[in-house]
């Protein structure tokens, strides 16, 4: 698994490349939860690139939009999520708790417009 992080104007942009196993998904952890200590509290995650991912790897993104959207306008955002995790993602329950773009592109001007910390609206 390949993990890139930027920081696009107030948003921090993490992609994610491979597989996330239940190891590798503590990498996941480690990086989401380093943006939070770096005050980024505007996540989008790229995962077009995503082959896999484990229940721990859905454990983290969902640790981590827990702790976004405890800080004001905090969330995190999916964006690019393949056909096969975001049926994961329905199974799970998670397609509510996230919002969900097709595009990053799309994904970044969600997390630079959104006015509240509300995920509940369906991507």
Known sequence: MEITT????HVELITVKGRVDSVEAVRLAKALES????????IVVDMSEVEYMSSAGFRALGDAQRNSQRH???EVILAQVPASIH???ELVGFTEY???EDSVLAALAFAE??????????G
């Open 6 to 9: 930027q920081e696009i104007k």
């Open 35 to 42: 943006a939070s200590r770096r005050g980024k509290h505007k």
């Open 72 to 74: 004001q306008r905090g």
């Open 87 to 89: 049926e994961a993602l």
């Open 98 to 100: 996230f919002h969900i």
């Open 113 to 122: 417009n959104s006015p509240t910390s509300d995920s509940s609206v369906p």
